[in-house]
């Protein structure tokens, strides 16, 4: 079975849309969604009712979800206090995003197990300990077999860094961080997924990464309104650092 992975919208939908019809032209079979649906994005509100409307998907809530869907004052200052733009963000996420579309971020899973082909998956958004832990590129592989130590899936897909990646255990399992759709960290800046081919108890795996109308996402979001909306806009069109 082909299946693709996705995570980090983050309201985009010029990248989403282009991500979609190459899942279509790839001919996946199903698709997993790791979260960060809607936050610091040029269209929010229209991200999470696309996700919404999948009800085929398989997804799971990121850290941004929960920020909205969850929220209360202690997270604003937790944000606030690292990433002042994100935090002037979320606050116009707050009073942006309706109680309907808050009530499906809410209630999302903080992750999500299943079985295809015999391949035990876990789904996650940062990792198996946290939903805003990071798997980055070059780590120690023990550190990353901590992350990993209680759980026993054979293939762990996570988001949350907006840069791919990949790892193998010594116990055999395969760790991929899948990349961003809405705001990759790539040094050209394209929508990253995962197609992973799984079938009769293995697997493989690839990262596809696709160009889209980033010029027409930053504009969109330059519509937005809330302070530092510029610097993600710049994120789009030429990635410089993960957070501001």
């Known amino acids: 079975m082909k299946i693709a992975v996705i995570s980090d919208l983050h309201g985009n939908m010029q ?14 079979e199903k698709v997993l969604c790791l979260g960060d649906l809607a936050m610091a994005g040029p269209q929010p509100r229209m991200a999470i009712d696309f996700i919404k409307e999948q009800t085929d998907w398989e997804v799971i809530q ?13 997270y604003m200052e937790d944000v606030k206090a690292s990433y002042p733009v994100m935090a002037n963000a979320l606050a116009e996420e707050i009073s942006f995003i309706e109680d309907g579309r808050k009530e499906y971020l809410r209630t999302l899973p903080a992750n999500k197990t299943l079985t295809i082909e015999g391949v035990k998956i876990l789904m996650v958004h940062g990792s198996p300990r946290r939903n805003n832990e990071d798997i980055m590129p070059d780590m120690p592989i023990s550190k990353i077999e901590e992350m990993c130590k209680d759980t026993d899936a054979d293939l762990i897909f996570c988001g949350h860094t907006h840069i791919p990646c990949g790892y193998q255990t010594n116990k055999k399992q395969t760790i991929v961080n899948v990349g961003s759709v809405g705001r990759p960290m790539t040094e050209d800046a394209k929508a990253c997924y995962v197609i992973a081919n799984i079938e009769n108890g293995g697997f493989s795996i690839e990262h596809r990464f696709l160009d889209y109308d980033r010029k027409l996402a930053a504009e969109l979001l330059m519509q937005r309104t809330f302070e530092g909306r510029d610097k993600i806009a710049q994120l789009l069109l030429h990635p410089t650092q993960r957070h501001v």
Do not use: H, M, R
């Open 15 to 28: 990248a989403l849309e282009s991500v979609i019809e190459d899942i279509k032209e790839q001919n996946c």
């Open 62 to 74: 990121g850290n941004t979800d929960k920020l909205i869907g969850d929220f209360c004052p202690e």
